[in-house]
């Protein structure tokens, strides 16, 4: 039940992170591979000023925002100097590495003796509660479980919130459409320019918010957690996509969350039946490439057959 | 009212793809005047739609928009004077977004967009009256991505938005080009119906000299990036297909018998 819990509370986490790849992916058509180094900025960021007695809910807002200056950086490389998107994501990447490395001073910071987000989830879970754990429909459940789980759900409620409705202003509406008409936005009087760095800031942004609660949630942060990040946020949206359908921007959003715990469920399950967890990276990594593939074959296969 | 004077383009300079597209174009357009543009292929016609659009910077000359210098202003800028519809019926709007949402985009043409709801209740009610005067059955699908709509229809829309907020100066680039001929007619009606009504500076390119004939008060012919004949007031109005084809036709002899000529005098002396 533990690992179900955990499972769980990791795929919200890491929604946020999803969340921010269907900003620069899907609204934007931009792979921004920043979010590999952005994610590992949000949770160093974040870790080093809660090693050193700051507030967790600032120490968590400060990773936000240098995922946003991040994401800033990538996106002024690609509009302003006219680097390639991929290249300007990679570049920044790359640079992030080492900035990681001096935020945290090493290669490792561990959470042990601070006080985070999640510790005070689990004194508020015990509070509530009343006691270590209790029962749910027959489970023994951990209050400190419940009570990080809870919270996790409220702040990606609260951010996916905030995401379907920023969309839907003015700018946000006018941000969707850089992505999916640039020319006809720009015959209207937005700055296609502008738009696409904000876009990106605010995409690496949420995924170093999900890189700074994961750190606190896993109780360190760590200068490799970052590698493949992207690929695994592509996978949930895309299974975001396939259960809910891309109709609408509140049913895609709900659907990148589902996406991103159902994956994490699956990983769990698939771990607890013996798969190598060297291997995860190898299999996301074919997992997206099948769901990118694959609908174009079945309806390739799908016209002949009807011919 | 707009005044372009010796404006030009030179694409690819100094290499063998070298084009001078327009090669010192001086134009006065008067308010509430319908300018249209006719000239053959690489002309230069389009280019000088797009020079005032601002879609490049012009290499010499100057171009003054409703009492703005818009020389050195980026495109997105000049989009607060200037309403477009393109060749393309696919290129004037978001396909995935609502026909609702892409009004409310061209609603906040040149404004500066912030935090409003995109889609407010004043917008929605004369959205779905302007619509319905269209008549083609979109009043009661604001709501469906406009990708699922005809070219026409998206014509149409794209024009409709192109002048909800009253533009300094309405460009037509070909604009039914790409339509089939039962369309093109609607666009074409709806547009000069759009500009009677609200009296809008316009520059339309075509091929059609129907069209020329048909519409505007003003035709310009260019040929090799430069501006070959002007017709307007009367002489405009008595103006005939057939005319202008003599001209086109003339505008092509001159030009063989310039290449004849440059032939001769390249075998004589070199």
Partial sequence: MTLLLGALTIGLILSLLAMGVYVSFRIFDVPDITTDGSITLGAAIAATLLVNDVHPLLATGAGALGGMVAGTVTGV??????????????????????????????????????????????????????????????????????????????????????????????????????????????????????????????????????????????????????????????????????????????????????????????????????????????????????????????????????? | MIEISGIHKTFNPG??????????????????????????????????????????????????LADHDVTKWPEHKRAALIGRVFQNPFSGTAPDMSIAENFAMAASRGKARGLGWALSKDLMTSLEERIATLRMGLEGRLDNAIGSLSGGQRQALTLLMATWLKPSLLLLDEHTAALDPKSADQVINLSSEVIQRDQLTTLMVTHSMQQAVRLGDRIIMMHKGQIVHDFRGAEKKRLRTEDLLDHFEEIRRREQLDENTAAMLNDLYI
């Fill in chain 2, 15 to 64: 290499t063998v793809n070298e084009v001078r597209a327009l090669r010192d174009v001086d134009l006065i357009i008067d308010e509430g005047s319908f300018v249209v543009v006719l000239g053959t292929n690489g002309s230069g016609k389009s280019t000088l739609l797009n020079a005032v659009a601002g879609t490049f910077r012009v290499d010499k000359g100057s171009i003054r």
């Fill in chain 1, 77 to 307: 490389l690609h509009t302003r100097f006219r680097i390639n998107a991929l290249l300007a994501g990679i570049l920044v990447m790359t640079a992030l590495y080492s900035v990681n490395l001096h935020v945290m001073g090493r290669s490792n910071v561990p959470l042990m003796q601070a006080e985070t987000l999640a510790t005070y989830g689990e004194t508020a879970g015990h509070f509530v509660v009343g006691s270590k754990d209790f029962n749910f429909l027959g489970w023994r459940i951990g209050s400190a479980d419940a009570a990080v789980l809870f919270s996790a759900g409220f702040a990606v409620a609260v951010v996916g919130i905030f995401l379907f409705l920023f969309f839907r202003t003015n700018i946000g509406t006018a941000m969707r459409a850089t992505g999916n008409n640039s020319q006809m936005i720009r015959a209207l009087g937005a700055n296609v320019e502008r738009n696409i760095i904000l876009g990106l800031a605010l995409s690496n942004g949420l995924v170093a918010l999900s890189g700074a609660l994961l750190a606190q949630y896993q109780g360190f942060a760590d200068a490799q957690m970052g590698i493949g990040m992207i690929v695994w946020g592509l996978a949930s949206v895309i299974i975001g996509e396939a259960l809910v359908g891309s109709s609408s921007l509140g049913l895609t959003i709900v659907g990148t969350v589902m996406g991103s715990v159902l994956f994490r469920l699956l990983v769990a399950i698939a771990l607890r039946w013996g798969l190598n967890p060297n291997d995860l990276k190898l299999i996301t990594a074919l997992f997206v490439f099948a769901a990118l593939v694959l609908p174009r074959f079945v309806r390739r296969k799908k016209s002949k057959l009807i011919q």
